[in-house]
């Protein structure tokens, strides 16, 4: 297993985003960006919020604590203006599922061997 020392950013490999900022980043995973430039509609996959590389990626990339990243999707659920992003069990699940869903954003602790998707830079 790698490490999660170097986690990424990834996405379906017909999204056309090489790069985000941290901001804009935050922005797609808290669910407010429901759709890519090119107007594909976004599909957030993530692990549970009690995952190691989720608390780690949701610290480190995105600069925020898991909790406040929950409170900003609980928000949209139970205010009715949004959704929540899918749950997966496993890494591994969480690349595959990216990697078949058109307009699919998750993470990864390393870039994935052996699925085409698109890593994007966080700056």
Do not use: C, K
Not at 45 to 71: A, I, K, M, N, S
Not at 92 to 102: D, N
């Amino acid at each position: 297993m790698a490490s999660v020392d170097a986690q990424v950013l990834i996405a379906h490999a017909a999204v056309e985003v090489d790069h985000l900022t941290q901001n804009e980043a935050r922005r797609y995973l808290m669910m407010h960006v429901p759709r890519w430039p090119d107007g594909r509609a976004v599909h957030v996959f993530v692990l549970p919020d009690e995952h190691v590389l989720h608390r780690r990626f949701v610290t480190e990339v995105l600069g925020l604590y898991p909790y406040q990243l929950r409170r900003v999707w609980d928000r949209l659920l139970f205010s009715g203006t949004g959704q929540l992003p899918i749950t997966v069990t496993s890494p591994h699940e969480l690349v595959r599922r990216v990697t078949s869903t058109p307009g699919a954003l998750g993470y990864a602790d390393a870039p994935p061997v052996g699925f085409d998707v698109r890593l994007i830079e966080v700056r």
